[in-house]
């Protein structure tokens, strides 16, 4: 089993990285050991992991579920009101602990729900998506969107351990596989050259769901997300880079209303917007520029999102979280494995992205 | 003025106390730095406040106001819906400063609204009611109301300043200023056996308005809470003292719809059910426990809460935070100045004390 750890002070945690995760009893009586529990999950995932899940959880607990619809229309203010509710009605006390089981959309919603209860309450992450395992479930940032832009509502609220179990990702479509490989690719660019070629060389073996590729590719992205957060729990400074691709991913999302693309979808878009964007600045070669695309494209992602007008998409972002004295701050590329943080860029080069990339014309294409 | 600190290393804040603050600009544009700013105030304190603190914050600022109704039965989560859609309605950034202008309602709700904004934005508090000079307003925890439980949805998210402007008690109906000697005597009861002969000797005074009398009491509850706050920010261990008679009132709360009474005036019977539950476990001397009765009394404060049934009140104690491992955990008194938390105490002297403070015969009398 790999094991890493997010140091964190008091609030250090581990990730655990293994196939078999959910339904091993001594790994859940280690790192869950509430005995009132309370699993959110989806109408999706939890026919194929609930199960195992409350066994290996055992009994002499008090476990209740909330079971939620799936897709990001469902991370709602609403029904992080819905989980508390439950909580409340079962009388859970501060003592409880949540777990998530299900992608990035429960994990972000479970974890909001319990940093809100009683000022804050426990809770495990048991990510069985790609896109949850490399990054949503890692680093503590929770939330719900709102109809005027994503993840607008949350709180900071670390987990006590993340449970990647690889075995759930051979139940995974091959969508939403591709939908993780988004995240993977944006630890490449942000900071490690050699993993961004590691990835050029074995997205076939990625795509198939070879085992020990899968596990190599969360292992590092795990890594280089908890050396991040480790340094900047916060977002000061650093872990802002992580944003690659998420100003422009997170409009496009807005502006379709979270229900036609997958997250991961929309950041694939996203980095190649960003590419496009560094390379408009003079920052990133077009052949680097280039490479990002090609990427993207053959893990079967959107290199746009068709249906999104530039107009449309600036508005979107505005209202994001990066903005700063009236400012789009903007993750841009140096380089591959180089990303820095700016708002210093040309107004035209924004426009001029935004005219490239988006538009129903070039979307249907 | 006077200044206190709050010391809690990077998220230190003042506590300024003094006639006139609201409408002070160079203090405003010391602590409320911030471009855009939300005014949250509520239907009877913004007529009496709200141009003053406006003018104070002086052109240049965009400037925008939700005003909520009044009273405790409005601090929902619905309402801080309410704040977070004017918030992404007016494109608020990271950047901007929430100021709530009003009593504990107003401050929790803008508080927790300031915490889930974006993960977090500034806030400014400033108090109109002596409870939230002396208690709300300092210390972090912000939240709202459950039907199920009074405070159950929340978080600790610290303000960047407390502006306590004294004149505001002036307009504070007498019903009001007596809920908030509820938390003053809290303080005395607590660790200060000194501040609480000081308030029987003073209460004449301090129940007119004299405001020598006030000023000295706000200062010393806030210089007790201050310490203990930076010391326990999260409620670990000593934070948990300053919940004295807060079981006990927060279940009368709750068990009547938060609409019979005030906060402090449920806070005074919890105060009064503490001595009492101190007395029959042996702790406190019946006379100790007849001058917290009869300070209480003479303040114009409950002494029980008429109408909730031992019963009721059991069963509201049940969903507070303060349970652990399935046992209600109680601050009891070990004398005036001493208090203590237990869970280690009889089930019979429990079930007495509320046999004997609750109840509609006797709250009728």
Redesign the interface.
């Given at each position: 089993m790999d094991t890493l750890n997010v140091e964190l002070g008091n609030r250090s945690y581990p990730i655990l990285i293994d196939a078999g995760l959910i339904g091993r009893a001594d790994v859940l009586e280690r790192h869950v050991p509430a005995r009132d529990v309370l699993i959110v999950s989806n109408t999706r995932v939890a026919p194929l992991y609930l199960a195992a899940l409350a066994a290996g959880l055992g009994a002499g607990r008090r476990l209740v579920e909330v079971i939620l619809p799936d897709g990001e229309a469902h991370k709602t203010?609403a029904n992080v009101?819905r989980v508390?509710?439950v909580l409340?009605?079962n009388?859970f006390?501060?003592?409880c602990s949540l777990v998530a089981l299900g992608g990035g959309v429960v994990g972000d919603l479970a974890g909001f729900a319990a940093?809100?209860?009683?000022?804050?309450v426990a809770f495990v992450q048991v990510p069985t998506t790609l896109l949850a395992q490399v990054d949503a479930a890692v680093g503590g940032?929770t939330?719900v969107n709102?109809?005027?832009?994503k993840?607008?509502?949350?709180?900071?609220h670390q987990p006590a351990a993340v449970l990647s179990d690889i075995a759930t990702l051979a139940t995974l479509p091959p969508r939403e596989r591709s939908a993780g490989f988004a995240e993977v690719i944006k630890y490449g660019l942000i900071c490690d050259a050699e993993f961004f070629a590691w990835l050029e060389a074995h997205l076939p073996q990625l795509l198939s769901g070879d085992p020990a590729a899968l596990v190599h590719a969360v292992r590092r992205s795990c890594e280089i997300k908890a050396g991040v957060v480790g340094r900047d729990e916060r977002e000061q400074g650093e872990r802002a880079l992580l944003n690659l691709g998420h100003t422009f991913g997170h409009a496009l999302e807005s502006a379709t209303g979270y229900r036609e693309w997958l997250h991961g979808e929309a950041v694939a878009a996203g980095l190649v917007m960003a590419a496009e964007m560094s390379r408009a600045c003079g920052l990133l070669s077009s052949a680097d520029a280039e490479r990002v695309r090609s990427l993207v494209a053959r893990a079967g992602l959107p290199t746009c999102i068709p249906g999104v007008t530039p107009g449309a998409a600036l508005e979107h972002m505005?209202?994001d979280?990066k903005?700063?004295?009236?400012r789009i701050r903007l993750v841009l590329l140096r380089g591959i494995g180089a990303a820095c943080l700016t708002a210093d860029y040309p107004e035209g080069a924004l426009r001029d992205t935004l005219q490239a990339c988006c538009g129903p014309e070039r979307g249907l294409t």
């Open positions: 203010l009101a508390l509710d409340v009605a009388r006390g501060r003592d940093a809100c209860y009683q000022r804050g940032k939330g709102h109809p005027g832009g993840n607008l509502i949350g709180a900071f505005r209202i979280k903005i700063k004295g009236g």
